[in-house]
């Protein structure tokens, strides 16, 4: 006989907890919408619109796959690694990502071509790669660090047995 586990039911503080989460929250998307019909012309707002969603879009389809697929791929990897390089590989490609879209309007604002060239006058694809370089240099070098740190401590008899 299997038996189900149900949750057990929101205490007063949970559901207080909730409900001020949720107005602070709709505060915030309120007070979002004022500023955003306060500051921005009318007929920006389709192209804001489009970029909002492509932005949506682009998360949904190439980032959440790529980074759950590199997630998959380190914590099968795990089984012969140790934490911490699993960890160090995760948020080099955390930071990565994330500089990659700060700097990625940059890229495109810069091929559009602006009409005052000192406003973008740095090569900002290219020191992206080299960011992206130094990462992963300092990611290996980390992670061969943690490796060879945990390969000595494996390799030390240990206290009790001597």
Request: charged content about 10%; proline content about 6%; glycine content about 8%.
């Amino acid at each position: 006989m299997t038996t189900t586990l149900s949750p057990a039911p929101p205490t007063r503080r949970m559901r207080a907890a909730r409900v001020i989460l949720i107005a602070v929250g709709v505060f915030g998307l309120a007070f979002g919408a004022y500023v955003l019909v306060d500051t921005v012309a009318l007929r920006r707002l389709p192209g804001l619109a489009l970029w909002i969603g492509a932005a949506i879009v682009l998360h949904d389809a190439v980032i959440s796959p790529l980074v759950f697929g590199l997630g998959v791929l380190t914590r099968r990897a795990g089984h012969r690694l140790a934490g911490s390089i699993i960890v160090t590989v995760q948020a080099a490609i955390v930071l990565g990502s994330l500089m990659t879209l700060i700097v990625l309007p940059a890229i495109v604002a810069q091929d559009l071509g602006p009409n005052n060239p000192s406003i973008l006058p740095l090569d900002y694809a290219l020191n992206l790669g080299l960011f992206w370089l130094a990462l992963a240099v300092a990611s290996v070098l980390v992670s061969l660090w943690f490796y060879l740190r945990t390969r000595r401590a494996n390799q030390r008899p240990s206290r009790i047995q001597s």
